[in-house]
């Protein structure tokens, strides 16, 4: 097994992430489709991340388009996860790409939420439903004041804009009690 810190970076360098991105929302948008089938997970959802490299490329939008026809998945379905630092370096083209495929259903996530370049400017104009507010925010909550009002400030900022809060890296039931009490939307991590 290799961890995706390991190999990410090397398919970023090598331009094999492009592939690697076709494959995995292949993947993903062909599971959605079984799930349909089934009442019992006909309503789940699935997010994908998407690299930078594979967002600006110029058919990215059309690509999206062409898997989830190819599937059958329903596009309300699907939330691309996309870094903020992805989208700062061209934000209107970044802005049409999200909401072409936002008219369809798709949902947006802004992955690690807090760590890159926020700029609250870009939060309110981006076509976004979801933030996640990252591990390094997460993991010292219990017991780092800052990173406890960070996470808190967070949560209350985005449900202010209407937007759904994801803990990453939660490891510990104290993290998850903490993020729960304050009314984070959904917490991933090792813990689960």
């Not at 290799?2 to 398919?11: E, K, R, S, Y």
């Not at 700062?88 to 970044?94: A, I, Q």
């Not at 996470?151 to 804009?161: D, E, P």
Request: charged residues 25%; negative net charge; hydrophobic residues 45%.
């Amino acid at each position: 097994m290799v961890l995706p810190g390991a190999f990410i970076p090397v398919a970023e360098q090598t331009g094999l992430i492009v592939w690697l991105g076709r494959q995995v929302l292949g993947m993903a948008c062909s599971q959605l489709a079984r799930w349909a089938s089934d009442p019992v997970t006909e309503r789940w959802t699935i997010a994908v991340n998407v690299s930078a490299r594979e967002f600006r490329q110029p058919d990215f939008v059309q690509r999206v388009l062409s898997v989830l026809d190819d599937s059958g998945a329903d596009p309300r379905q699907l939330k691309l996860e996309l870094t903020e630092s992805l989208l700062l370096h061209d934000v209107e083209d970044s802005i049409v790409k999200m909401q072409s495929l936002r008219s369809l259903g798709v949902g947006f996530a802004l992955d690690d939420f807090g760590t890159g370049y926020s700029s609250l400017s870009y939060l309110k104009r981006l076509p976004v439903d979801t933030v996640k507010l990252d591990r390094a925010f997460v993991r010292e909550l219990e017991t780092n004041a800052d990173d406890a009002a960070i996470a808190t400030a967070v949560i209350a900022m985005a449900h202010s804009l209407k937007l759904d809060v994801v803990a990453e890296g939660v490891e510990t039931a104290g993290q998850a009690r903490f993020l729960e009490e304050k009314g984070c939307d959904a917490i991933q991590g090792f813990l689960f």
